[in-house]
Structure formats: C-alpha cells, structure tokens
C-alpha cells in the first residue's frame, strides 16, 4: 500500500517560474539510476547548488521560509522529455500536491503513477494564491480530492479540479496500477473460471 491522498492542508512552497521541464526538476546526469532512492536529493539540483554543490540561498528550496507538501509552480509544469525520474524526485522530496495552470500530459501521469497528484487550476486562481504565498508565507491550502476541490484557506477561494475517476480511486485508497488489479484477483479468477 501506497501513502493515501485524501485531504491534504499544507503550507506552500512557490515556484512562479513557466515552462519548468523536466530536465529542470531533474537534470539528466542523474537518470542512470533505476530505483526511486536518492532522487529527492537532486530535485531542481542546478537551481538548489552552485556547481560545488553548495546551496544556493536565492533558491527558494534553500529558503526556511517556505515549506510543505505543496507545490506551486507557473504554467506548463513538467514539459519536455517524458522521463519519470520528474516524479520520483517530486515525490522523494516530500511534495504530494503540485497546483500549476498547465500540466504536460506525460508528466500528469507519470505523477499520478508516483501518487503525486497534479491540481490544474485557472491562471486567475495561480495568481492569487501566489500573492496569498508572498503576503504570508504560512498560508495554507486545503486540496481536498474526495470533493476534487482546492481552497486558498487565506481568502477562502475555491476551485474544482479534474481527474479521472481511476486514478482518483487508486490514490484515494493507495492502490498502484497493480496492486488495483491485485484487489480484483478474485473476480479476475472468476471471470478466467467462466470463460477459459
């Protein structure tokens, strides 16, 4: 089992940069790797480190002013090569949540599949909740996928958002895309019962 998305109240972390690909989220010296351990540590690497791979205090990854298990990124978040590696680096980091205006269709599923659930949402809501971030950076949203509803808990707006009804399902109940099938063995076995 997989760690469940309900709903998550969380500060934010901002990142008001567009077209953010994934060679950005995770450069691709790094992808000779081929398990999920350690990529967290290398997230937005060449944003986060100088190249003697001291922190860059500019960067807001090295700020303690922001933290949380959100993200908020500019428009088209994730473009680029399709490498799943943008996931598990997302996720190894701690961030379960990234709101952004655009998502690329790969990347929205590579993080989906990495129980990283993406929150498209209007460029009119991104702004404020940038703004609510600036002015306050202990503001908190509510990402509620049940209802598929996010709230800036700073000014109470609120937007619905899209995701398919599968995948809400297995992030709801922790499931992967095999442990889904797993869950219906029995009826799988039946069906192969009937049928074979």
């Not at 937005?44 to 860059?56: I, L, M, T, V």
């Not at 379960?96 to 599949?113: G, H, M, P, T, Y």
Request: charged content about 25%; overall charge negative; aromatic content about 12%.
């Amino acid at each position: 089992m997989k760690q469940k998305i309900n709903i998550i109240q969380s500060t934010c972390v901002p990142l008001p940069l567009e077209n953010v690909d994934t060679d950005q989220i995770i450069p691709a010296r790094f992808l000779k790797a081929t398990t999920k351990e350690g990529f967290g540590e290398k997230l937005f690497y060449d944003w986060r480190f100088d190249k003697e791979g001291k922190p860059k205090t500019n960067f807001v990854l090295n700020n303690p002013t922001y933290s949380g298990e959100v993200l908020v990124a500019g428009k088209n978040f994730g473009s680029g090569s399709s490498r799943e590696h943008a996931a598990w680096a997302l996720a190894g980091y701690g961030f379960r949540v990234v709101v952004s205006s655009f998502f690329a269709d790969i990347f929205r599923n590579n993080a989906l599949n990495n129980f990283v659930l993406p929150v498209q949402v209007s460029e009119d809501f991104l702004a404020r909740l940038f703004q609510s971030i600036d002015e306050n950076p202990k503001s908190k949203v509510t990402i509620d996928l049940p209802n598929q509803i996010i709230i800036n808990q700073r000014t109470d707006e609120n937007e619905t958002f899209e995701i398919s009804a599968y995948k809400k399902h297995c992030l709801e109940n922790g499931l992967d895309d095999i442990d889904f099938l797993l869950s219906h063995q029995d009826k799988i076995e039946k069906w192969e019962r009937k049928y074979a």
